[in-house]
């Protein structure tokens, strides 16, 4: 198990490697200039070229990649264009309310799509297994931003039980746990579990109906074994492949709640990178970028171990 983390951790790497050459190089070949976001579309010459000899624009995109994976590693993302504030203070803030609101998103998600999805595969064939199958389609066919606008409509516009849009009270773009802000979670959270949840209770069901029909489980039965004894063998023998969607989800709820923010104008890192990718603050999107790609090198790191831990028969080369 040590040597296996080991060979992981050297193969994070070269990965972590080509993640900043890609992210370094798809945001230059973007279209646009980022300097109009401090001098204008109608500076005057001098002024633009000014600026891009400050910002080192000037410089080839080899040199100026070099420069920025130096800063990097010394824990320096850069300022922003459009603030003139730190990358790394403004993608702390953005992302502690990210993580809020995907461990939220990922609590409804992962818990209701596992349990669901466990129900639906045990009763494999039933009117239940229908439904919930029907459930999980549909989850993972509605649009983020459609189903958020139509909770909206529904819980802020024509009920008045919830809030549609921040973090928090007032001009507050932090939350912290208390009633008030909880509030400001609930809907956001929910619209950002429904695809997660489809995933989750779509795969848990493949797997539990799929095990529940191998011979080992019939020589369970076979020996007197409870049907909750047998189920919980079935669970640990399903529970390595469901744990690696979920960590992928995990990931996904991290790097793909751009819409959701968007939509409830959450404060996190999916809202940062809308700014960033208007304003063409080329320092803010490459940090927001390379933080939530790192993210799933990280994700990946942790299931793969935990798969490991759980079942020892998984060979790993």
């Known amino acids: 198990m040590l040597l296996y983390l080991l060979k992981r951790l050297l193969y994070v790497a070269p990965i972590a490697f080509g993640v900043t050459v890609v992210c370094f190089s798809l945001?230059?070949?973007?279209?646009?200039?980022?300097?109009?976001?401090?001098?204008?579309?109608?500076?005057?010459?001098?002024?633009?070229?000014?600026?891009r000899s400050a910002y080192g624009f000037?410089?080839?995109?080899?040199?100026?990649?070099?420069?920025?994976?130096?800063?990097?590693?010394q824990g320096d993302l850069g300022l922003s264009i459009a603030t003139n504030r730190s990358v790394a203070d403004e993608l702390a803030r953005a992302l502690r309310n990210t993580l809020i609101l995907a461990l939220a998103a990922a609590l409804i998600g992962f818990v209701?799509?596992?349990?669901?999805?466990?129900?639906a595969g045990y009763l494999n064939g039933s009117l239940a297994d229908k439904a919930i199958t029907a459930f999980a389609v549909a989850g993972v066919s509605v649009p983020h931003y459609w189903l958020g606008i139509v909770l909206v409509i529904?819980?802020?516009?024509?009920?008045?039980?919830?809030?549609?849009?921040?973090?928090?009270?007032?001009?507050?773009?932090?939350?912290?746990?208390?009633?008030?802000?909880?509030?400001?979670?609930?809907?956001?959270?929910?619209?950002?579990?429904?695809?997660?949840m489809g995933v989750v209770m779509r795969t848990v069901r493949a797997l539990i109906a799929e095990t529940l029909n191998q011979d080992f489980v019939q020589a369970l039965r076979a020996k007197g074994l409870r049907e909750f004894t047998v189920f919980l063998h079935v669970l640990r023998n399903a529970a390595p492949t469901a744990l690696a969607v979920i960590g992928l989800q995990f990931g996904y709820l991290l790097?793909?709640?751009?819409?959701?923010?968007?939509?409830?104008?959450?404060?996190?890192?999916?809202?940062?990178?809308?700014m960033a990718i208007f304003q063409r603050d080329l320092p803010l999107l490459q940090g927001t970028i390379l933080v939530l790609?790192?993210?799933?090198?990280?994700?990946?790191?942790?299931?793969?171990v935990i798969q490991t831990a759980i079942d020892p028969r998984i060979k790993r080369t």
């Open 27 to 51: 945001v230059h070949l973007a279209p646009g200039d980022p300097l109009n976001a401090v001098a204008g579309a109608d500076a005057p010459t001098d002024v633009v070229e000014m600026l």
């Open 58 to 73: 000037d410089r080839p995109l080899i040199e100026q990649y070099w420069i920025w994976i130096s800063r990097v590693l």
């Open 112 to 119: 209701i799509g596992s349990v669901l999805g466990a129900i």
């Open 154 to 196: 529904i819980f802020s516009v024509e009920l008045g039980w919830l809030p549609s849009f921040g973090a928090g009270p007032g001009s507050s773009d932090l939350w912290h746990p208390d009633l008030d802000h909880l509030r400001y979670l609930v809907l956001p959270a929910f619209t950002l579990s429904v695809i997660p």
């Open 255 to 274: 790097g793909g709640s751009i819409l959701v923010e968007t939509v409830f104008s959450w404060p996190g890192t999916g809202f940062l990178l809308n």
């Open 293 to 304: 790609a790192m993210f799933f090198v990280v994700l990946n790191l942790l299931v793969d």
